[in-house]
């Protein structure tokens, strides 16, 4: 079993900037499959980005360019620098952990991004 810890969410004007941080309760992060989702209310939970345990990136279409996850393997965190903010970016944000080698899933509680003036 793995925890994950978000934080970083909170209010933050259009145009502005956030960083979400993930903490992971693993001492093999680096076999991790790390990603980050988002769920709006009335909607779908979706995939925003991934950041593959051998390094290959992956990103919705409504942020690349703006948004970039990265990963500390030494500090077993991954993270979420989201600039150019709008408000449909507004939702709850998931970090997702899976192992690279079986089908398990963890994870976040969520943390919440309001982009609003």
């Known amino acids: 079993q793995v925890q994950l810890v978000e934080s970083g969410g909170g209010l933050v004007q259009p145009g502005g900037s956030l960083r979400l941080s993930c903490a992971a309760s693993?001492?093999?992060?680096?076999?991790?499959?790390m990603g980050w989702y988002r769920q709006a209310p009335g909607k779908q939970r979706e995939l925003v980005a991934q950041?593959?345990?051998?390094?290959?990136?992956n990103y919705a279409d409504s942020v690349k360019g703006r948004f970039t996850i990265s990963r500390d393997n030494a500090k077993n965190t991954v993270y979420l620098q989201m600039n150019t903010l709008k408000p449909e970016d507004t939702a709850v944000y998931y970090c997702?952990?899976?192992?690279?080698?079986?089908?398990?899933?963890?994870w976040g509680q969520g943390t919440q991004v309001t982009v609003s003036s």
């Open positions: 693993t001492t093999i992060f680096s076999m991790y499959d």
């Open positions: 997702n952990a899976r192992p690279s080698w079986n089908s398990a899933s963890y």
């Open positions: 950041k593959a345990s051998g390094g290959g990136t």
